[in-house]
C-alpha cells in the first residue's frame, strides 16, 4: 500500500503506506476512491502559505471503516466553539483545519481523518458517484443564499467539472440554466454531456435579464460580465474565487447599487451541506459518473495534476480498491498515425493510391493553443466570426501558430457524362468541351478570380470528349472522352476509376513538385455532373432524390421531375452500400469527381489544405472522406451552394461553408474566393496584436 506525499512544490512522491495511529477523536479508515480537485493541483504547483511539508492531499474521497461501513468525508474540522459554529456557519471558522492541506488526506490507501467529519453512505450509492459529494456540497451551500424557486432564469459561467455540476443542480431544481464557456474547444468536448444532460451552453450570449449569475471559475471579467447579466433585483453568486490583483471599474460596481442587485459569497460547505447533497447523489450518480474523465490507479496522480492545471479535463478519481468497475464512455479519439486508412480491395492494386492513402494522417492536436491564441487578439470574443475559425483551422492544418499561405492553387477538373443521354441537363454536353476553351482563353468567372487573388490556376482534362491542344494551363490526364451512362450501367470500370484517382494525384504533385502548396481549390466542369454529384450525395447520405436533385445548369420544372426520376431508377438498380466510396465513386461517379478525390487525397498527405467549391466538388471531396477518413480536418467548404444536396454532404463530413453568396456556378468560384479569406484569417493570426501586445485591458462588458 501506498501514500502521495506532496514534499515541496511540484514534488509529488510515492511512498510506501507508513503505520498509522488515530487519536482520540480520530479514526483509521481506509480510502476507496479519491478524486483529483483543482485545489490538489493548485497546492502542487503554488503551495500555500499556511501549507507545511510535507502532506498527503486529497479531500474528495470515499472510506470505508474497519467494520465496513462506508462514508463520504466533510473535509473541515472547525472549532465548534466561535460564533460562527455556534450559529451553523462552520465553514467561516477561524480555526478550521482542512483535510489534504492541515493534515493529511486522500492520496493514500489508508488515512486518519476526524471522525466527525463522516458522513455515512449506504451502499446503493456509486463509488464514484460518492466522490462528488464535496463539490456537489460547496453547490448546495450556494444555493442556500439563493432564491431556487422553479422557472428562474440562471447563467453559470464555466463549462467545467464544477459548471456541469451547478448546471445539473440547477436544473435539479426546478431552475433554467445557460452555460456560457468562452473555449470552443471545451464546448466541443462536453458537448455529449450538455446532449444527455439538456443543458444549453455557448461562448456567448446577448441576454442580459438572468435572475440568477453565479461564476465557477476563476476568470474576472465572468464575475465582472456577471453584474451586467443580472437582472434588476436579481442576484449574483460569487462562487469560485478570481484572478488576483486585477481591477473592477467602478461603474460597474456602481450597477449592483442601481439594479439592487444582491451580491452572495459562498465559501466551501457546512457539514449539513454534504449532509443535503445525499439525495442528489443519489438520484444523479449517472449524471454525475459523465463528468469523469478517467479512472486511474493511484500511482497516476503526478501525472494528472499538470493535467488539472490546464482546466481542459473533467474529473480524475484515483481507485484504491484495485478493481476498476467504471470505464467512462469517451469520445472517439483521433488517430496519432498508427492506424492508416483502411485501403479497399480495388484501389490496393494501386501501388500510387495506396502509398497516398496510408500517407494520411490527421494534423496534430493543437486547436485549443490556437484558439486560446486567437480568442486573446485585441477584439471582442468571435468577433470575427468564420475568419476565427478558418484561422485556427490553418493553424491546426500546418502545426504552427504562425499559419501562412505562401502559395495557392486551383485545379479545375474537367469530364463529360454518360448520363446526359437521359436528357438530364438544359444544355448539349458539347459545352464540357467549350467552357474548356473558354478556361485556357481567360474568359471566364474562375479566371477573373484567380487573376485576382494571384491564385495559380491549372485545367485538367480527365475526360471530356473534345480533344484539345496542348496549353501551358492544361493537365491532360484524360481517362476516356466521358463516362458510360449510369442508367444503365457503372460510369466506369473499377480500372477506370483507379486510373482517374491516380490522375488527380498525379495533377496536384504536378503543381505541388515545383513550389509547395499550402491550399489548393478544387473546381469542375461537366454537363450531366449536377446529377453524378446528386446521386452519389443521396447514396451516402440517405436523403431522397428529391431532396438531392437540383437544377443544375437551369432545368425548368419538367426537367428537374425527370432528373429526380433518373436518380432514383439510377439508385434502385445499383443497390449501393453507403459506405463503399470506391464502388460510389466507379457507379455514378465521373472522372473530373474522381479527379477532385484524388487530388484531394495528395493534398491531405502533404499537409495542404483543401477548398471544396460547390455541390460537385463536395460530392468528390464526401468520395474521398469515405475513401480515408482523416482527410476531414484538412477540408474546407468554401462556399454554400443553392444545390440542396451540398447541405447534407456537408453535415455528413461535419463542415460549414465559409461563404454564402448565392452562387451555383461551380468551376471554383465560390473556392477561390474562400482561398482569399483564408489567407486573410491567417494574418489575423500572425499580424493582429494580442490585448496584452496592444496594451488594452480586457473589457469585462
Request: with cysteine; aromatic share 6%; charged share 20%.
Amino acid at each position: 500500500m501506498i501514500q502521495m506525499v506532496l514534499k515541496g512544490l511540484k514534488q509529488l512522491e510515492i511512498r510506501p503506506l507508513p503505520p498509522m495511529a488515530p487519536g482520540s477523536d480520530e479514526v483509521l479508515v481506509d480510502v476507496l476512491a479519491c478524486a483529483v480537485c483543482r485545489t490538489d493541483a493548485k497546492m502542487w504547483e503554488q503551495g500555500h502559505r499556511d501549507l507545511i511539508f510535507p502532506r498527503v492531499l486529497g479531500h474528495e474521497m470515499v472510506v470505508r471503516d474497519d467494520q465496513g461501513r462506508r462514508y463520504i468525508v466533510w473535509p473541515g474540522k472547525s472549532c465548534g466553539t466561535c460564533h460562527y459554529c455556534r450559529a451553523g456557519r462552520e465553514n467561516l471558522c477561524d480555526g478550521m483545519k482542512i483535510t489534504g492541506f492541515h493534515h493529511d488526506g486522500g492520496f493514500a490507501h489508508r488515512a486518519v481523518l476526524p471522525l466527525a467529519s463522516l458522513v455515512p453512505v449506504s451502499s446503493d450509492l456509486d463509488l464514484y458517484a460518492a466522490c462528488f459529494a464535496e463539490p456537489v456540497g460547496c453547490v448546495v451551500n450556494a444555493f442556500e443564499k439563493l432564491p431556487a424557486t422553479p422557472g428562474k432564469k440562471i447563467l453559470i459561467y464555466g463549462g467545467g467539472t464544477m459548471g456541469l455540476i451547478t448546471a445539473i443542480y440547477a436544473k435539479h431544481l426546478g431552475l433554467i440554466p445557460f452555460i456560457l464557456e468562452k473555449n470552443a474547444a471545451k464546448i466541443e468536448k462536453i458537448s455529449p454531456i450538455l446532449k444527455a444532460e439538456g443543458l444549453d451552453c455557448a461562448r456567448e450570449t446577448h441576454e442580459s435579464l438572468f435572475d440568477i449569475v453565479i461564476n465557477t471559475c476563476p476568470d474576472y471579467i465572468a464575475f465582472c460580465q456577471a453584474i451586467t447579466k443580472v437582472d434588476k433585483g436579481g442576484y449574483i453568486s460569487f462562487f469560485s474565487g478570481i484572478t488576483k490583483n486585477e481591477s473592477v471599474e467602478t461603474n460597474l460596481l456602481n450597477l449592483v447599487h442601481y439594479k439592487e442587485a444582491v451580491l452572495a459569497g459562498a465559501y466551501g460547505m457546512k457539514k449539513s451541506d454534504i449532509e443535503k447533497a445525499l439525495p442528489f447523489l443519489l438520484s444523479h450518480g449517472v449524471s454525475l459518473n459523465r463528468l469523469i474523465e478517467e479512472v486511474v490507479v493511484p500511482e497516476r496522480a503526478p501525472e494528472l495534476l499538470p493535467q488539472v492545471l490546464k482546466g481542459q479535463t473533467l474529473k480524475y478519481i484515483l481507485d484504491f480498491t484495485g478493481s476498476h468497475h467504471f470505464q467512462p464512455k469517451k469520445p472517439a479519439e483521433k488517430r496519432d498515425g498508427a492506424s492508416p486508412c483502411v485501403i479497399e480491395n480495388s484501389l490496393s492494386k494501386s501501388p500510387l493510391c495506396t502509398r497516398i492513402i496510408q500517407a494520411v494522417r490527421p494534423p496534430r492536436d493543437m486547436a485549443s493553443q490556437a484558439r486560446a491564441k486567437m480568442d486573446d487578439k485585441s477584439k471582442p470574443l468571435g468577433a470575427l466570426g468564420k475568419l476565427e475559425a478558418l484561422g485556427i483551422q490553418m493553424a491546426v492544418i500546418q502545426g504552427s501558430l504562425h499559419p501562412e499561405i505562401k502559395q495557392k492553387a486551383i485545379l479545375v477538373f474537367a469530364g463529360d457524362h454518360g448520363v446526359t443521354e437521359e436528357g438530364v441537363s438544359a444544355f448539349p454536353k458539347e459545352v464540357t468541351g467549350q467552357m474548356v476553351d473558354n478556361f485556357l482563353n481567360h474568359g471566364a468567372a474562375i479566371n477573373v478570380l484567380c487573376s485576382r487573388y494571384e491564385i495559380e490556376m491549372k485545367v485538367v482534362d480527365m475526360g471530356v470528349e473534345k480533344t484539345f491542344a496542348p496549353h501551358p494551363d492544361l493537365i491532360l490526364a484524360k481517362v476516356a472522352p466521358g463516362t458510360r451512362n449510369m442508367a444503365l450501367e457503372p460510369a466506369m470500370t473499377a480500372p477506370q476509376a483507379v486510373q482517374a484517382l491516380e490522375n488527380g494525384i498525379r495533377a496536384f504533385f504536378s503543381i505541388h513538385g515545383k513550389v509547395p502548396v499550402q491550399i489548393l481549390g478544387l473546381g469542375e466542369m461537366g454537363i450531366g455532373n449536377t446529377t453524378s454529384a446528386s446521386a452519389i450525395i443521396s447514396a451516402v447520405t440517405g436523403i431522397s432524390p428529391a431532396q438531392a436533385a437540383g437544377r443544375g445548369t437551369g432545368v425548368d420544372n419538367k426537367g428537374l421531375s425527370h432528373k429526380t426520376e433518373v436518380i432514383q431508377r439510377v439508385l434502385d438498380f445499383h443497390h449501393l452500400d453507403p459506405e463503399n466510396g470506391f464502388d460510389i465513386l466507379r457507379t455514378l461517379g465521373g472522372f473530373e469527381l474522381a479527379g477532385i478525390a484524388g487530388a484531394t487525397l495528395a493534398a491531405a498527405s502533404e499537409g495542404c489544405a483543401v477548398v471544396l467549391d460547390g455541390v460537385i466538388s463536395t460530392a468528390a471531396g464526401l468520395i474521398a472522406y469515405l475513401i480515408c477518413p482523416d482527410i476531414r480536418e484538412y477540408l474546407i467548404s468554401g462556399h454554400q451552394s443553392v444545390e440542396k444536396a451540398q447541405e447534407a454532404a456537408l453535415a455528413y463530413m461535419g463542415l460549414e461553408p465559409v461563404v454564402d453568396l448565392g452562387m451555383r456556378l461551380g468551376e471554383g468560384t465560390g473556392a477561390a474566393l474562400a482561398i482569399d479569406l483564408a489567407e486573410t484569417a491567417c494574418r489575423i493570426m500572425t499580424e493582429m496584436a494580442s490585448f496584452d501586445e496592444a496594451k488594452i485591458s480586457r473589457s469585462p462588458s
